[in-house]
């Protein structure tokens, strides 16, 4: 929920047993079901409290989290001061790749909190993408594609070329079921 200034709010998301849930954002993956952080092959380990603050960021969606609401929830029964915000916030850019004064991920809203500077895709189940995500050829919802557990989503040739192993988090490449299109429906029936 956003109030009037903008800001995040805390989510009432809870990660329960049932569908996962993953977000996408640059070269990163977050597992949240499972609490990993991806990163090209790699299984980046993030501490409970930043994969909390990471967990708001991507939640709020280029919104800003306000500062408040990281005491809140990440600190909730303790008296954090902007200093132990601050450490964390480097830790996670230190992780994210940032270097001094590069904020390609997390953007400091100076006196206000942070917002995460970048596109962020939500999946809960499983969607069809229609480029391949190496080559960005079109694929077709009834054609050949490979996706991993993530649905990275790669063409028959990338994924061969691939030995059949997801770049992003180094899960195997499976051939994606194909979705009958309308058209194929319409013939059938006919």
Not at 62 to 72: E, I, M, N
Not at 115 to 129: F, P, Q, Y
């Amino acid at each position: 929920m956003i109030d009037s200034a903008h800001h995040i709010e805390p989510a009432q998301e809870h990660l329960a047993p049932g569908p996962s849930i993953s977000y996408r954002f640059g070269s990163y993956i977050l597992d949240a079901s499972r609490r990993v952080l991806f990163h090209e092959l790699t299984a980046k380990p993030l501490s409970e409290k930043l994969f909390k603050i990471l967990l708001l960021l991507l939640q709020a969606d280029g919104r800003v989290v306000s500062k408040d609401t990281f005491f809140d929830e990440v600190w909730p029964d303790q008296s954090p001061s902007d200093a132990n915000l601050a450490q964390h916030l480097l830790m996670l850019r230190q992780i994210l790749g940032e270097r001094a004064r590069d904020h390609s991920y997390v953007v400091t809203v100076p006196g206000i909190g942070y917002r995460l500077a970048t596109a962020v895709e939500r999946k809960i189940g499983l969607s069809m993408k229609q480029l391949c995500e190496r080559c960005d050829a079109a694929l077709e919802a009834d054609g050949r594609a490979y996706i991993c557990s993530y649905e990275c989503t790669f063409c028959e040739s990338c994924a061969m070329e691939l030995s059949r192993r997801c770049r992003n988090c180094g899960g195997t490449l499976v051939r994606r079921p194909p979705r009958r299109t309308a058209a194929a429906a319409a013939e059938q029936a006919g």
